[in-house]
């Protein structure tokens, strides 16, 4: 069963500009969703954890900078800006958090930069 | 900070072969630790998690025991297949609040040929 659709799946990002991801929720019982970074060495790298409707986080990392949005109980998104180096982003949901609970990933959104 | 170590990036085996992959961790807390394997193309997928000390934790002939002295949850399986053939990696789950963060090795990459 599939708890978590993402989209798109990948995209080619020329430089400088930034692209929109989404991540929807298939079953409420995993509430708690997360957001990782994949690089291109295959190193996982949490980002954010948004529990709720209208949480908003920013961060800057190494190779790009995060715009994350919880939108609704069952919508993520991720904004991805100035970003020089490909990755991939996954989106998680868990049924709480620590470690009583494992998170599940979705299938991911490959970016290449142009 | 916390972090999760593996010592091996890559490992060659034949079917029929036992597998190790050592992890160690390091923690402010106690942790619960989690293995995730992950397939081309593919978001990882939990394989199984221990919570506490000399817990075991396994799923399809995979397993591994929580050792809280040693700091480690070194993954083993008596006989490999052709299948198992993937990225593994070992990751920790500390306790924050309003966060559900799993912090990951730097994957091992395991070969087995038939």
């Known amino acids: 069963v599939t708890l978590l659709e993402q989209n798109p799946r990948w995209r080619l990002v020329p430089r400088g500009q930034a692209v929109n991801l989404r991540c929807i929720l298939k079953?409420?019982?995993?509430?708690?969703m997360s957001w990782y970074q994949q690089d291109l060495q295959k190193q996982l790298q949490w980002l954010f954890t948004l529990r709720s409707p209208g949480d908003k986080e920013v961060k800057s990392l190494p190779g790009a900078d995060y715009l994350a949005t919880r939108v609704t109980d069952t919508e993520l998104r991720l904004q991805v800006a100035n970003m020089s180096q490909g990755r991939t982003l996954y989106c998680t949901c868990?049924?709480?958090?620590?470690?009583?609970?494992?998170?599940?990933f979705g299938p991911g959104t490959r970016l290449t930069v142009l | 900070g916390d972090s999760v170590t593996q010592t091996e990036g890559q490992v060659a085996l034949s079917e029929e072969d036992f597998l190790t992959i050592h992890c160690n961790y390091s923690?402010?807390?106690?942790?619960?630790l989690f293995w995730y394997v992950q397939y081309p193309g593919e978001g990882p997928q939990f394989l199984f998690r221990?919570?506490?000390?000399?817990e075991k934790g396994s799923s399809r002939g995979f397993e591994a025991t929580y050792n809280k002295e040693a700091t480690s949850f070194h993954l083993q399986k008596a006989s490999v297949q052709e299948s198992d053939s993937a990225v593994y990696y070992c990751?920790?789950?500390?306790?924050?609040?309003?966060?559900?963060?799993?912090?990951f090795g730097s994957g091992t990459k395991l070969t087995v040929e038939p």
């Open positions: 079953n409420s019982q995993y509430p708690w």
């Open positions: 868990s049924a709480g958090n620590w470690g009583t609970y494992e998170q599940y």
């Open positions: 990751a920790l789950s500390d306790r924050r609040p309003n966060y559900n963060v799993l912090y």
């Open positions: 221990a919570s506490r000390d000399k």
């Open positions: 923690a402010s807390g106690y942790p619960a």
